[in-house]
């Protein structure tokens, strides 16, 4: 599409792309901006590690899903950016401080995620208690007759712990309930009164780490939970019991995790991140059968990323508008005068 200047104009990161040149969240939702009515919409022309400031020069907006947006993007006086919106809940890849400075408002997708995520959770939670991988490596070696010395683990009365009480972690206490688990939670900023509505206990990181027989890491990665899992807390955790983690790959210390499974301190582990991504593939967790990995996309539908790409979309189409979007990362840019420049109201 070609723009003009009259024209609010929006980029679309081109790793949103599948293999066909497809939109992964599908046609639908791009329904959003085409009947918006002002808004010229494109592809970035390539795949770019991160967003820079002639991309900033040129879009009103960008849709972002794996490429960074760091402070020199929005360095220059030309900056024309209104808007960021994230493909997803998490926005470690965007200089928040840097946008906030240049007046310029940071969305994502909080609303989306939640069920997505907290389901990937609780088949992480199946398929360990039930030893599904190596019960289908079994069958498949011929080694039908080991299925008696592999015995899964009942999960009435046994406790989950989720480090991180947010939509997400809710969601997953809320989903956990029907299998009788105890639900644990370690959140400094939880509320105690609403996670004894869901049924689960306040506590302590250390303590969840002794007491949970599944422990889940479905926070934020920022600077105060960046490493926030390390061998101390890996060697709380009980030999029988097993850890998750849905959320990112730096809260957790992953040699410390490696060190772990390898003595058998800790009975497997169940991954959709990892410290580095796309992981090495001499990383050592890829060849250990107690530990279950997918390319941080298990959660990942056509549900899922529709309504992510709704809600982000939506988002873009409020600030053309004059609207402040639903849900703004960074709520202090709103008094930027850049913002208040476009804000009706």
Known sequence: MQASMEKFHVGLTRDILDSRGEPAFGRAALEILDRAGNIDWEYLPAVVPEIDADHAAKYDAIYVNIARVPAAAVGRSDCRLRVVARHGVGYDAVDIAAMTRAGVVVTNTPSAMPRPVATTAITFVLALAGKLFLKDTLVRSGRWHERMDNMGMGLTGRTLGVIGAGGIGKEILRMARSFDLKLLASDPYANDVELGYIGARKVALDTLMREAD????????????????????????????????????????????????????????????????????DNPLLGMDNVIVTPHALCWTDECFHNMAATGLKSIVDAMEGRVPEFVVNREVLHHPRVRAWRKG
């Open 214 to 281: 599944f422990v889940v890491v479905c926070c934020l990665l920022n600077e105060s939970t960046r490493r926030l899992i390390g061998a101390t807390e890996f060697a709380s955790m009980r030999s029988t019991a097993y850890f998750i983690n849905v959320a990112r790959g730096p809260i957790v210390d992953e040699q410390a995790l490696i060190e772990a499974l390898r003595e058998r301190r800790i009975a497997g582990a169940a991954l959709d991140v990892f410290e580095r991504e796309p992981v090495a593939p």
